[in-house]
């Protein structure tokens, strides 16, 4: 008995636990509770900024606290690492950086490396920078986003249509990674981000495999930014194929990897399209979590810390709770919530998710060299994600033609 509740004093529970007073919290004071400014243009901006940083920190000293971990340094440590998070948020909410599809952590990361590239950072900043903590409870935060029957009620031809497309796409990423020799850490997460939906499949990822946070900022580099081109690209040969709305916004949900990208590309070819595109980014989005239990399973029981092959007990033990908790947020925000407050909640833990992402990759910028994320080591894992890519948009454009150029149609 004492084992088995030991257990639930390690930090993958801890972090779980954490989550879930977040969410609850949420859900009992959706107005009460901080959230992160689009500008600092009036004092109300600054007081949500401090509340945000407040919460943070209680968090922070908390459960590093329960975890026994040092507590001199993390005010002024995280301090620093949240005015950085602040700056990348304020950038990406500019509208000409809003409309090229970059997102918060894009900047977080790059402010993060400027910083440990250009200076000599201090020993007292290294205190909170604890990037693996922010992204799991980050990814628990998400789970409350997700809701299936919103998903299912908008359209479960777009969920036939990522169902078919994640598992062919990921096979694929990751058989094309395998071929050209990457190693299996970062050929998983290219493999998430192509396939699922872009930085937050490969957060998840990383999250499971406990990946380097290194190679996670490098793929997330290179969804962002491949990601720009396709969202004009792929729109200008729709027109040129004169594909129907619904099936170019089934084809750009399908392909752009992140959701903001998603919905201006939509948009710049019509409504139809862009309600369409928001579907099926959605439905990835609900796939995350079935991927990242399989991802788990499989990662856990391919170690090979043992001749023997792993019991049911081992796999247990290795499998990272903040699944669990992902997955169990995200079940009861969909069946225990009235579809209308569940989404009011849900942006307000979307607004703690982003931050906490932001954060992390602040962190991660902060432990990471240059010469480690474009050193020649790096260019494989290019092409294979440029490879798989590739592959992606031929697969997605096809699947989406036959079901919501044709199946749809006859049915309807």
């Given at each position: 008995m004492k084992k088995w509740l030991k257990q639930f004093t390690s930090e993958d529970w801890i972090i779980v636990f954490a989550g879930a007073i977040i969410l609850a919290l949420a859900a009992i004071f959706p107005g009460s509770m901080p959230e992160m400014p689009k500008t600092l243009s009036s004092w109300s901006d600054w007081l949500s900024a401090g509340y945000m940083f407040l919460f943070v920190l209680i968090l922070t000293y908390v459960t590093s606290a329960v975890l026994g971990r040092p507590?001199?340094?993390?005010?002024?440590?995280?301090?620093?690492?949240?005015?950085?998070?602040?700056?990348?948020?304020?950038i990406a909410s500019v509208p000409v950086i809003k409309e090229y599809g970059f997102?918060?952590?894009?900047?977080?990361?790059?402010?993060?490396?400027?910083?440990?590239n250009c200076f000599r950072l201090p020993e007292w900043l290294k205190s909170?920078?604890?990037?693996?903590?922010?992204?799991?409870?980050?990814?628990?935060?998400?789970g409350s986003t997700i809701l299936f029957g919103e998903v299912m009620k908008s359209g479960a031809y777009g969920l036939a249509q990522s169902l078919i497309v994640v598992f062919t796409v990921w096979y694929m990423a990751f058989w094309i990674?395998?071929?050209?020799?990457?190693?299996?850490?970062?050929?998983?997460?290219l493999a998430s981000a192509v396939s699922i939906c872009g930085v937050s499949a490969a957060i998840a990822t990383c999250g499971v495999i406990k990946g380097d946070n290194k190679k996670l900022s490098y793929v997330v580099s290179l969804v962002l930014i491949v990601a720009i081109p396709m969202m004009y690209l792929l729109p200008w040969l729709a027109d040129l194929m004169n594909l129907p709305q619904e099936v170019t916004g089934a084809w750009l949900g399908g392909t752009i990897d992140t959701t903001g990208a998603v919905a201006a590309s939509g948009a710049?070819?019509?409504?139809?399209?862009?309600?369409t595109a928001i579907i099926v980014k959605s439905s990835q989005n609900v796939l995350l979590g079935i991927a990242a239990f399989v991802i788990s399973l499989m990662w856990s029981y391919q170690k090979k810390d043992n001749v023997e092959k792993p019991t049911a007990s081992v796999i247990w033990d290795r499998f990272p709770k903040f699944v669990v908790g992902f997955i169990l947020a995200s079940l009861v925000f969909s069946f225990c919530f009235e579809p209308e407050a569940a989404k009011e909640v849900g942006k307000v833990t979307k607004g703690f998710q982003n931050t906490?992402?932001?954060?992390?990759?602040?962190?991660?910028?902060?432990?990471?060299?240059?010469?480690?994320?474009?050193?020649?080591?790096?260019?494989?894992?290019l092409k294979v994600f440029?490879?798989?890519?590739?592959?992606?948009?031929?697969?997605?454009?096809?699947?989406?033609?036959?079901?919501?150029?044709?199946?749809?149609?006859?049915?309807?």
């Open positions: 507590l001199k340094w993390i005010f002024p440590s995280l301090l620093v690492i949240f005015a950085l998070t602040l700056g990348a948020q304020l997102e918060p952590v894009f900047f977080a990361v790059i402010f993060g490396l400027v910083l440990s909170a920078v604890q990037s693996e903590f922010y992204i799991k409870i980050g990814i628990i935060c998400l990674g395998k071929k050209m020799k990457i190693d299996p850490e970062m050929g998983t997460m710049l070819v019509g409504e139809t399209a862009e309600k906490l992402f932001s954060i992390a990759f602040v962190c991660i910028g902060l432990e990471t060299r240059f010469s480690e994320i474009f050193g020649k080591e790096n260019r494989k894992p440029l490879l798989a890519q590739t592959f992606n948009i031929i697969v997605t454009l096809m699947v989406a033609y036959a079901i919501f150029g044709v199946i749809k149609p006859h049915f309807s």
